[in-house]
Nanobody
Framework: VQLQASGGGLVQAGGSLRLSCVASGRTISTYGMAWFRQAPGKEREFVASISWNGGITSYADSVKGRFTISRENAKNTVYLQMNSLKPEDMAVYYC???????????????WGQGTLVTVSS
């Protein structure tokens, strides 16, 4: 599975962005999917995950109520809608696919290249 993340950019604090992750090579309809992020000088951290059918979602406390993860298996795509962005959300965002959904990056077998989100205050 190859994952291509896009949608990052520069946004003012309080603004919104929607990230997309398009998969190729095989269907992701049986995979749990997730978004992680890594800010400069920090470790990669979990942001959100979604089960294979979208029935179960999970969020980091820091983004709960502001971010929404969703998926369209017919389009082999996962999204991350980010609202009320804060400067501390600034990071490179990575999408990931794995056989199991979870918050640990070790659960995911496939990773995209990342897309940069910059939030100005």
């Amino acid at each position: 599975v190859q994952l291509q993340a896009s949608g990052g950019g520069l946004v003012q604090a309080g603004g919104s962005l929607r990230l997309s992750c398009v998969a190729s090579g095989r269907t992701i309809s049986t995979y749990g999917m997730a978004w992680f992020r890594q800010a400069p000088g920090k470790e990669r951290e979990f942001v959100a995950s979604i089960s294979w059918n979208g029935g179960i979602t999970s969020y980091a406390d820091s983004v709960k109520g502001r971010f929404t993860i969703s998926r369209e298996n017919a389009k082999n795509t996962v999204y991350l809608q980010m609202n009320s962005l804060k400067p501390e959300d600034m990071a490179v965002y990575y999408c990931a696919a794995g056989s199991f959904q979870g918050k640990r990056d070790s659960k995911y077998d496939y990773w995209g290249q990342g897309t940069l989100v910059t939030v100005s205050s």
